[in-house]
């Protein structure tokens, strides 16, 4: 059974940083690019950051630029998105998805397979 799981969530105070985990099994992480999605209730769900299949590429939403890292173990079949500098917009339910493709102009496509998400917190 293709699954991702995501930890690291929690509550933090402006400025800190937090590590997000997205951890698959039932398929070959490596063949497939990762994307970072977060939403807020009432609004619509919004790519966040991603990475291609072979970690060379990663892809950025302008709001995160220069704060947020997104990585990847392939050995450990897990993806991270390490967030620093935190702020209370940033608060949200974050998922990681896989996909199929990427873009080098947007990232990560073609989601075929999510996790059930992780909260985080920013209090100012």
């Known amino acids: 059974q293709v699954q991702l799981v995501e930890s690291g969530g929690g509550s933090v105070q402006a400025g800190g940083s937090l590590r997000l985990s997205c951890a698959a099994s039932?398929?070959?992480?490596?063949?497939?690019?990762m994307g970072w999605f977060r939403q807020v209730p009432g609004k619509e769900r919004e790519g966040v950051a991603s990475?291609?299949?072979?970690?060379?590429?990663?892809y950025y939403t302008a709001s995160v630029k220069g704060r947020f890292t997104v990585s990847q173990d392939s050995a450990k079949r897990t993806g991270y998105l390490q967030m620093n500098s935190l702020k209370p917009e940033d608060t949200a339910m974050y998922y990681c998805?896989?996909?199929?493709?990427?873009?080098?102009?947007?990232?990560?496509?073609?989601?075929?397979?999510w996790g059930q998400g992780t909260q985080v917190s920013v209090s100012s």
């Open positions: 990475i291609s299949s072979d970690g060379r590429l990663t």
């Open positions: 039932g398929y070959t992480s490596s063949a497939y690019c």
């Open positions: 998805a896989a996909g199929r493709s990427y873009s080098f102009y947007d990232g990560c496509r073609e989601y075929f397979v």
